[in-house]
């Protein structure tokens, strides 16, 4: 990374969906982010694989639904990630709650975290230059800036 994170940066991960965009290859039990569409890795351990503890950030936080905490937990068992929570929506109700619950979560834990909201679903061709952005980012949302 070109510029150091001078505090881990907490990767919050939303694991959501109800797997019918890509039916019948995604589906309710197992949705495309539990799937390996781009490379080797399924969807969900690619998002987790950009930001490592080795570049400057925290173990991840995951939010998702009840029926895929285990998926959730083999997943990041099998690439060596211990997540620090797993967080579990009684009933989806999409992005916005998902991260409210995740800041609140973080902001009793400590008040100055900083998270990083991250769909489990997305593909990002340039991981270096991804982490290089949220590096330069990290200062200004420390100070207050969204």
């Known amino acids: 990374m070109a510029k150091e994170i001078d505090r881990p940066v907490v990767p919050v991960v939303l694991s959501g969906g109800s797997g019918t965009r890509l039916w019948p290859l995604s589906r309710a039990g197992y949705p495309k982010q539990f799937l390996p569409l781009v490379s080797d890795g399924t969807m969900i351990q690619e998002t987790v694989a950009r930001v490592g503890e080795a570049d400057g950030f925290a173990p991840p936080v995951f939010i998702c639904a009840d029926d ?79």
């Open 68 to 146: 895929h905490r285990f998926v959730v937990a083999e997943q990041m068992r099998q690439i060596g990630v211990a997540p620090s929570a797993i967080i579990l929506e009684p009933v989806a109700r999409n992005t916005a709650p998902a991260v409210a619950v995740a800041a609140r979560f973080l902001a009793d834990q400590a008040p100055d975290t900083l998270m990083l909201v991250l769909p489990a679903d997305h593909h990002i061709a340039d991981p270096a230059g991804f982490r290089a952005a949220i590096a330069a980012a990290a200062p200004a949302a420390r100070a207050g800036y969204l």
